[in-house]
């Protein structure tokens, strides 16, 4: 539930990671590891439809960080080739549309949709810095969030779709922080010791889950 009530395990021992879910809530996409050609580890991207199981959409393909567009009519994914990542979108067929052609080891991580579905927001590395940027649906670059030595990543948007949260080790240790898209004011929102990451805002913005490590 959305308390974290109840909570049932659906897959198991899978290397699951990346969930997006459907408008219909009905089924979710992730990514996961696994061998392939008995050396090679890849990662490939699933369908889990709920009471139904799980489907793969790729097969040694090496996708990852699948992500639904707000009105469910688009799958985008990272796909990796020669240290290159790049952006695709997955058609009904299955195959790829490529929407981005770099070739200088840029690494792309978590592309989320605007609640909109107007723009994406994602961090990348380029140039020896990670940071959040802001793209157009098609992977074309619109607009530079960050631009420091700090490794910024896991960014989502608010509900309202004014700010991004990221996660970021600006002071050493890594933290939620947020920045506003219409002033540019950049704060930093948690601050815990064992670091902060994948953050999660309710839609009224009252209240935030993230990823934590602890001694216990």
Do not use: C
Not at 40 to 48: E, F, Q, T
Not at 143 to 162: C, F
């Amino acid at each position: 539930k959305g308390d974290g009530t109840e909570a049932e395990t659906v897959l198991e021992n899978r290397y699951a990671s990346d969930f997006s879910w459907r408008k219909d809530s009905k089924a979710f996409v992730f990514s996961s590891m696994h061998v392939v050609d008995r050396f090679n580890l890849y990662s490939d991207v699933y369908l889990y439809e709920m009471g139904g199981g799980v489907s793969a959409l790729t097969s040694g393909k090496r996708a990852r960080n699948p992500v639904f567009s707000p009105d469910g009519t688009q799958l985008l994914v990272i796909t990796n080739r020669v240290q290159n990542n790049n952006l695709a979108r997955m058609t009904v067929d299955r195959s790829f549309e490529p929407l981005t052609d770099f070739t200088d080891h840029t690494q792309l991580s978590t592309p989320r949709f605007s609640p909109d579905g107007e723009h994406l927001v994602f961090s990348m590395w380029r140039d020896g810095q990670r940071d959040i940027w802001i793209a157009s649906p098609d992977g074309e670059l619109r607009r530079r969030l960050t631009a420091d030595t700090a490794h910024d990543v896991d960014p989502v948007w608010s509900a309202d779709g004014q700010r991004i949260y990221f996660s970021s080790d600006r002071t050493g240790v890594f933290n939620i922080y947020a920045v506003d898209l219409s002033t540019e004011k950049l704060w930093q929102v948690s601050n815990v010791l064992g670091g902060a990451f994948r953050p999660s805002v309710n839609p009224i913005q009252t209240a935030m889950v993230f990823e934590s490590y602890s001694h216990s």
